[in-house]
């Protein structure tokens, strides 16, 4: 059946690149000729689709692992749009890297579009076709082998994530749409400005050419590359989440709907994966004069980016900002560990890239059963809005009796009911994810990067980073039990919580994702090391880019002798 199954792919590809687009492309398409009236089709339509890319996306997964001729590179699959020979033509590339981020985004897009389908779609109109574009444009930034068509796709991306970011309309998304649309439009505009002098000083827009011409440069013209390079960083920043660029994300992510929250929870990974992709692949080790170019700007933006977001989620109450946090919290780690430079902390970074992904996509679904279950089914409650603890009376004084039911009667020694254990288990598991605590994944992700860091030598930095990355935890677990305490402990009990299955779903798919991480992690720590093995060797990348030669049509094969 395997050797089948491998047969098939071969067969397939590398067509089978261009699916995880085309899938999502289709889906909007077809479902902007249904009128609204036909919510349920497009639901399920949808929630097909989900599965469909999914499918799909492991389906590169498993191809790109396949074994290789003792490169170390795997399988790289590259598709030549039109049948244009790289760099001359539109390339979409399917590598370990870009391939394990179609498939985390396929997992966290089947999770919410399950979700959606349970009230959040008839919020607004036009939700599922939005959904089907941000993944289009998702999946298009992690294959694009193009730096214009990378910028082609954040915009079809950022397009649909506007109207996504105000379904549901109200006040409080109008005002983080417009900040969100506004930081946004401002990094494309940089980002064109930054590709633009790229192009004019290399002569190509194709990520891999460009890396082989970016050594080559004459010395009068490194210095409008490096310029142009900060210009771009600037961009892929503000999308990343980078301090000081990221005072619209809190807002912008707690704003949302769950499933949409959930779904952004992946943007600020797109970012990093660009910084990572372009840094690796322009300014590698063996690039020359512009070797390692702007390291210690983006180890000094990440290690920021990370005590704020620690600052923010201990001085926060409210769940939707925890979880909001928690993506800054990721993003800083994340971008902190690209900027240390070292391939063996890259593993553990993409690994933790991973897990903090799907834990903070579950929380924010999570988020909104809590709520509705303790705010009499509303997913915001006035004391959100207040800014007031609602176990704390006016003068900030605990409330009396509060571990007391309605009946006056102590709730020690009582059944926990099936809801609320659930509940509180994927809080427990979600709080371990996030603070980086055993058994789980997020402890297996943080302890890999740390290993890597202590194999070579550590300089003052990395002692920097290391202590970020355990104060971060414990603030986050300080906040996180807080939060438990609050909504599981102090208020009176009332109502059983209502867990629709199409809720309950997403979050137990995205927490068993997580438990999957943890249980065959040695064979995704094979995978993440050899994808960091080969960003730190691009010419494995450039060859496979630039050795992909076109299919020969008719004309061609009657003029091959």
Same mark, same amino acid.
């Given at each position: 059946?395997?050797?089948?199954?491998?047969?098939?792919?071969?067969?397939?590809?590398?067509?089978?690149?261009?699916? $995880?687009?085309?899938?999502?492309?289709?889906?909007?398409?077809?479902?902007?000729?249904?009128?609204?009236?036909?919510?349920?089709?497009?639901?399920?339509?949808?929630?097909?689709?989900?599965?469909?890319?999914?499918?799909?996306?492991?389906?590169?997964?498993?191809?790109?692992?396949?074994?290789?001729?003792?490169?170390? &590179?795997?399988?790289?699959?590259?598709?030549?749009? *039109?049948?244009?020979?790289?760099?001359?033509?539109? %390339?979409?590339?399917?590598?370990?890297?870009?391939?394990?981020?179609?498939?985390?985004?396929?997992?966290?897009?089947?999770? =919410?579009?399950?979700?959606?389908?349970?009230?959040?779609?008839?919020?607004?109109? #036009?939700?599922?076709?939005?959904?089907?574009?941000?993944?289009?444009?998702?999946?298009?930034?992690?294959?694009?082998?193009?730096?214009?068509?990378?910028?082609?796709?954040?915009?079809?991306?950022?397009?649909?994530?506007?109207?996504?970011?105000?379904?549901?309309?109200?006040?409080?998304?109008?005002?983080?749409?417009?900040?969100?649309?506004?930081?946004?439009?401002?990094?494309?505009?940089?980002?064109?400005?930054?590709?633009?002098?790229?192009?004019?000083?290399?002569?190509?827009?194709?990520?891999?050419?460009?890396?082989?011409?970016?050594?080559?440069?004459?010395?009068?013209?490194?210095?409008?590359?490096?310029?142009?390079?900060?210009?771009? =960083?600037?961009?892929?920043?503000?999308? &990343?989440?980078?301090?000081?660029?990221?005072?619209?994300?809190?807002?912008?992510?707690?704003?949302?709907?769950?499933?949409?929250?959930?779904?952004?929870?992946?943007? +600020?990974?797109?970012?990093?994966?660009?910084?990572?992709? +372009?840094?690796?692949?322009?300014?590698?080790?063996?690039?020359?004069?512009?070797? @390692?170019?702007?390291?210690?700007?983006?180890?000094?933006? !990440?290690?920021?980016?990370?005590?704020?977001?620690?600052?923010?989620?201990?001085? +926060? @109450?409210?769940?939707?900002?925890? =979880?909001?946090?928690?993506?800054?919290?990721?993003?800083?780690?994340?971008?902190?560990?690209?900027?240390?430079?070292?391939?063996?902390?890259?593993?553990?970074?993409?690994?933790?890239?991973?897990?903090?992904?799907?834990? &903070? &996509?579950?929380?924010?679904?999570?988020?909104?059963?809590?709520?509705?279950?303790?705010?009499?089914?509303?997913?915001? =409650?006035?004391?959100?809005?207040?800014?007031?603890?609602?176990?704390?009376?006016?003068?900030?004084?605990?409330?009396?009796?509060?571990?007391?039911?309605?009946? @006056? @009667?102590?709730?020690?020694?009582?059944?926990?009911?099936? !809801?609320?254990?659930?509940?509180?288990?994927?809080?427990?598991?979600?709080?371990?994810?996030?603070?980086?605590?055993?058994?789980?994944?997020?402890?297996?992700?943080?302890?890999?990067?740390?290993?890597?860091?202590?194999?070579?030598?550590?300089?003052?930095?990395?002692?920097?980073?290391?202590?970020?990355?355990? %104060?971060?935890?414990?603030?986050?677990?300080?906040?996180?039990?807080?939060? *438990?305490?609050?909504?599981?402990?102090?208020? $009176? #009990?009332?109502?059983?919580?209502?867990?629709?299955?199409?809720?309950?779903?997403?979050?137990?798919?995205?927490?068993?994702?997580?438990?999957?991480?943890?249980?065959?992690?040695?064979?995704?720590?094979?995978?993440?090391?050899?994808?960091?093995?080969?960003?730190?060797?691009?010419?494995?990348?450039?060859?496979?880019?630039?050795?992909?030669?076109?299919?020969?049509?008719?004309?061609?094969?009657?003029?091959?002798?």
């Amino acid at each position: 059946m395997v050797p089948l199954l491998d047969r098939l792919l071969d067969f397939a590809m590398p067509h089978l690149v261009a699916a $995880p687009i085309l899938v999502p492309m289709l889906t909007a398409a077809l479902m902007l000729l249904l009128q609204e009236r036909h919510r349920r089709i497009k639901s399920a339509l949808s929630v097909v689709s989900g599965l469909v890319g999914l499918v799909v996306a492991l389906a590169l997964l498993r191809w790109v692992n396949a074994p290789d001729t003792g490169t170390g &590179a795997g399988s790289i699959g590259v598709y030549l749009a *039109g049948n244009w020979q790289a760099p001359f033509g539109i %390339v979409l590339v399917a590598d370990r890297l870009s391939a394990m981020m179609v498939a985390l985004t396929g997992v966290v897009a089947f999770a =919410a579009s399950i979700y959606s389908t349970s009230r959040w779609d008839r919020a607004g109109v #036009h939700f599922h076709p939005l959904l089907q574009l941000q993944l289009m444009g998702l999946n298009g930034a992690f294959l694009t082998g193009d730096l214009f068509n990378l910028f082609v796709f954040f915009e079809v991306m950022l397009a649909s994530s506007y109207g996504l970011l105000l379904h549901g309309s109200g006040r409080r998304r109008v005002s983080a749409g417009l900040h969100y649309i506004a930081i946004n439009l401002a990094a494309s505009s940089l980002f064109l400005i930054g590709a633009a002098v790229l192009y004019g000083v290399t002569g190509t827009l194709n990520l891999a050419d460009m890396g082989l011409r970016i050594a080559q440069l004459a010395p009068e013209d490194r210095g409008l590359v490096h310029a142009a390079a900060a210009i771009l =960083a600037t961009a892929f920043f503000a999308k &990343a989440g980078a301090w000081p660029l990221n005072f619209w994300l809190v807002p912008g992510y707690s704003s949302a709907v769950p499933p949409v929250s959930a779904v952004f929870a992946l943007l +600020t990974k797109l970012g990093v994966y660009v910084v990572l992709r +372009t840094w690796a692949t322009l300014f590698p080790q063996d690039g020359g004069a512009s070797a @390692q170019f702007g390291q210690t700007v983006l180890l000094g933006l !990440g290690m920021a980016t990370l005590g704020v977001a620690a600052l923010g989620i201990v001085g +926060t @109450q409210k769940l939707a900002q925890l =979880a909001s946090y928690s993506v800054l919290i990721s993003a800083g780690t994340l971008l902190a560990a690209v900027g240390l430079g070292q391939p063996a902390v890259w593993s553990g970074a993409l690994y933790y890239l991973l897990s903090s992904s799907l834990a &903070a &996509a579950a929380f924010f679904l999570l988020i909104d059963i809590i709520e509705r279950w303790r705010n009499a089914g509303m997913s915001i =409650a006035p004391h959100e809005l207040a800014g007031r603890a609602p176990f704390l009376s006016e003068d900030l004084k605990a409330l009396e009796d509060v571990n007391l039911d309605d009946d @006056q @009667q102590a709730l020690f020694g009582r059944a926990i009911p099936a !809801g609320v254990a659930f509940l509180g288990l994927s809080f427990v598991g979600c709080t371990l994810l996030i603070a980086g605590l055993p058994p789980l994944s997020g402890f297996v992700g943080k302890v890999a990067m740390l290993s890597g860091l202590f194999e070579g030598t550590l300089d003052r930095s990395g002692w920097l980073f290391v202590a970020l990355v355990l %104060v971060s935890g414990f603030l986050s677990l300080v906040a996180l039990c807080r939060a *438990g305490i609050r909504y599981f402990w102090t208020q $009176p #009990h009332g109502a059983l919580p209502a867990l629709p299955a199409l809720e309950v779903l997403p979050v137990a798919i995205l927490l068993t994702a997580c438990l999957a991480l943890t249980v065959v992690a040695e064979p995704v720590m094979q995978h993440v090391r050899a994808t960091a093995n080969a960003l730190a060797h691009p010419s494995l990348y450039r060859d496979a880019v630039m050795g992909a030669r076109q299919i020969p049509g008719p004309t061609l094969k009657e003029a091959t002798p």
